[in-house]
């Protein structure tokens, strides 16, 4: 398998979207911030299209558009943090532009925009060259190093952003950090697994994993891990089954994961009640 | 049919809209979806769940991929996959509706707040992702993706409008009857549950009549631009009056505004309608937030003076 160049590719540009997609995953997660997450990576697909429109690099468009909101989700919101309302009515009127920009673009050229338009929403990692795969890599590379690097501050202003502030932490320049470190991931994502399918390798890995363990920098490990394993596995079982398009191969293993892990910590819940040394204090608080 | 242009005589141009049957079937299901969805989205506003529909509106692009795949009509595969993601994310509990009385809005949501906005992200990507499958198998012709997506107001027909009226007609009446225990639930959950009010049962009975409006609506305007219908007028809406009523009706009345304005400009141009329905929506949103900006900063400038001019006097 290894011996196609394509799928050598692959495994380098998926390998480190998918460790960015984690760690930044779990303090999104954490936050409480899929929707926002949701919102920078369906705004990617118009960034693409809208470089397509203009005649640059798709990339140009993606990182344009998806910092851009960012910046302004983080300065409409308090705290860097827009209300899901606001979120909604910006993100709805960029995928009207989106449309627009579609209509466009199919009047003006003949044929290969439809290609565009479905590779952007669901993504190509087979069709990555080397020069792009490398710079994915370099991409993803950077933005575990600065996840890394902000991981303690950023998590106690997550946690308790009044004490944090106190303490001299600058959560809002955290907070907006945050969000343009997901516009990034979402813009280099979208090139992998599409626009539409990015945010399940934001969402699921860091869910499965906060679902798991509470302690933080596991459990940031445990998300990242679970990341790259689906990337690593949704590549392959591609490669096995032909009809099998990556992203969905990818997004399906991210998902189980997930699936499991609700299952696992709903029965860890479950059994310390069905044993009769737990259960006597749980009753004795209730009775009165 | 002659290219359509917009003259200044108002009244040939609606008589020229109202000239072909496609446009009158377009502007009664318009209709139809613009009522519904601006007391739904409503609602929808009011309890926080935009993310959940906006998740149960991109499943109309599974369902209908999925239906095309298996060979029914694509609209039993959007009720079917819009009903089931609602059960999926009502099952998961909460559906992001974190902290009581809208406090918890810009707090950071604890463990529990955070697993469900995940499980919505969840749900949400496994739909599309099958979605995508079943359009790869089916073997993609890419201009139905489009649709599915983007919408398309140009091949209504009279029994699609008819089916759109009686959705509407069952998703108005559930909420004419449980309208005001929902309301009681949404802002006030622990009052409600003392009263014996259903909590539970209504968050899924929410998202269930939530799912029926979103399939139907996302037939005329796709599935992305779905939500641009049930969020813009409604936050617009709450964002002038706080009085339930009036804010309700205000909705009403703007979606329709943003959807009559929506298909009548797109008919004279050549742009799309899910362009002009969220151009139109956001800008509604941005001058409800000015006008209440300027509100709030007329009264704030008018209330020191009072006490002032009472000194004086």
Redesign the interface.
Request: without cysteine; proline residues 3%.
């Given at each position: 398998m290894l011996a196609h160049e394509f799928i050598r590719n692959a495994y380098l540009a998926g390998s480190f979207v998918a460790l960015a997609c984690g760690l930044v995953g779990w303090f999104t997660v954490l936050r409480g911030q899929v929707f926002a997450g949701d919102a920078l990576s369906h705004v990617a697909f118009v960034g693409a299209i809208a470089a397509a429109v203009v005649g640059v690099d798709e990339r140009v468009g993606l990182f344009a558009l998806t910092l851009g909101l960012a910046a302004v989700m983080a300065g409409l919101g308090r705290r860097a943090q827009a209300d899901d309302v606001t979120i909604g009515v910006v993100f709805s009127w960029v995928l009207g532009i989106g449309v627009l920009l579609i209509s466009v673009l199919s009047t003006g050229s003949s044929g290969g925009d439809g290609l565009i338009v479905a590779n952007t929403l669901f993504g190509s990692i087979f069709g990555l060259s080397l020069g792009q795969g490398l710079v994915a890599a370099a991409v993803g590379l950077g933005v575990v190093v600065a996840v890394l690097a902000i991981a303690r501050p950023l998590l106690f202003a997550s946690l308790d952003p009044e004490l944090a502030s106190l303490h001299g932490v600058p959560v809002r320049a955290l907070g907006l950090a945050l969000l343009m470190l997901i516009g990034i991931v979402t813009a280099e994502g979208t090139q992998a697994i599409g626009a539409l399918l990015v945010l399940g390798l934001i969402a699921a890995p860091a869910g499965a994993a906060l679902r798991l363990t509470r302690k933080p920098y596991l459990g940031m490990a445990l998300s990242a891990a679970i990341a790259l394993a689906a990337m690593w596995g949704g590549i392959a079982l591609s490669y096995a089954i032909p009809s099998l398009p990556p992203s969905t191969a990818i997004i399906a293993l991210a998902v189980g994961a997930y699936a499991l892990a609700s299952v696992a910590s709903n029965i860890a819940a479950w059994a310390p009640m069905s044993n009769p040394r737990e259960r006597r204090p749980v009753s004795e608080v209730r009775s009165p | 049919m002659s290219n359509p242009t917009l003259t200044w005589n108002l009244v040939k141009d609606v008589h020229e809209l109202l000239a072909y049957q496609f446009m009158v079937n377009a502007l009664q299901a318009g209709t139809i979806v613009a009522v519904m969805a601006g007391v739904v989205g409503w609602f929808m506003?009011l309890r926080?769940q935009?993310?959940a529909?906006?998740t149960i509106a991109?499943m109309s692009f599974p369902g209908a991929s999925g239906a095309a795949l298996a060979g029914v009509p694509s609209a039993v595969g959007y009720y079917v996959a819009c009903g089931i993601a609602a059960l999926a994310i009502g099952r998961s509990g909460g559906a992001?509706r974190?902290g009581a009385g809208g406090g918890g809005?810009?707090a950071?949501?604890g463990?529990g707040?955070?697993?469900e906005?995940?499980?919505?992200?969840?749900v949400?990507?496994?739909g599309?992702?099958?979605g995508?499958?079943f359009l790869?198998?089916y073997g993609?012709v890419?201009?139905e993706?489009?649709t599915l997506?983007?919408g398309t107001f140009l091949g209504i027909d009279r029994n699609e409008v008819l089916t759109l009226g009686i959705v509407a007609v069952v998703v108005l009446t559930v909420l004419a009857v449980a309208g005001r225990p929902l309301l009681l639930a949404t802002l006030d959950p622990e009052v409600a549950r003392a009263r014996g009010v259903p909590v539970r049962a209504l968050d899924i009975g929410f998202l269930l009549v939530l799912g029926l409006a979103v399939a139907a609506t996302s037939q005329i305007t796709g599935a992305?631009?779905v939500?641009?219908l049930l969020?813009?007028p409604a936050?617009a809406a709450q964002t002038l009056t706080p009085r339930p009523g009036l804010s309700l009706l205000l909705s009403v009345v703007f979606a329709l505004l943003v959807m009559w304005l929506g298909l009548a400009v797109s008919y004279f141009s050549?742009?799309?309608l899910?362009?002009?329905?969220?151009?139109f929506?956001?800008v509604l949103?941005v001058v409800a937030k000015l006008v209440r900006h300027v509100a709030a900063w007329v009264k704030r400038d008018a209330r020191p003076r009072e006490p002032r001019a009472a000194a004086v006097a």
């Open positions: - | 506003v926080r935009s993310f529909g906006h991109v992001g974190r809005r810009g950071i949501a463990p707040g955070s697993g906005s995940a499980a919505i992200g969840v949400q990507v496994a599309l992702a099958l995508y499958l790869s198998l993609g890419f201009e993706l489009q997506l983007f992305l631009l939500f641009a969020v813009a936050a050549i742009y799309p899910g362009f002009f329905i969220t151009s929506g956001f949103y």
